[in-house]
């Protein structure tokens, strides 16, 4: 994800075939341990039984929904900005 994502993409660690107990590859707490030290969230899901199959998109969609409002809320927070040099885009280039 690193090497082929865009700078920023919101990521989420998903376990598959949650339901395979018999033959899981990785537990629960690895896959955590995981996600924890990459900093995004895990989620266990199985397609088979539709366990967290809506939580996983949901997590992620609530996780860029965040990201477009804090982007927007930063962006507020600086001001609009002012032409006062009289180059604006008005008729003949005037401020009112």
Not at 20 to 29: D, Y
Not at 37 to 63: C, H, M, Q, W, Y
Not at 82 to 87: A, F, I, L, S
Request: proline fraction near 2%.
């Amino acid at each position: 994800m690193e090497q082929h994502a865009t700078e920023g993409v919101n990521k989420i660690l998903i376990g598959n075939k949650c339901d395979w107990e018999e033959k899981r590859m990785v537990s629960t707490e690895q896959g955590q341990a995981l996600a924890d030290e990459l900093g995004i969230p895990f989620l266990e899901v199985s397609a088979k039984t539709n366990k967290n199959i809506e939580e996983a998109f949901f997590s992620l969609a609530a996780d860029i929904k965040k990201k477009i409002v804090d982007t927007s809320k930063t962006e507020q927070s600086s001001g609009p900005a002012v032409d006062v040099g009289g180059q604006g885009g008005g008729a003949g280039g005037k401020c009112c």
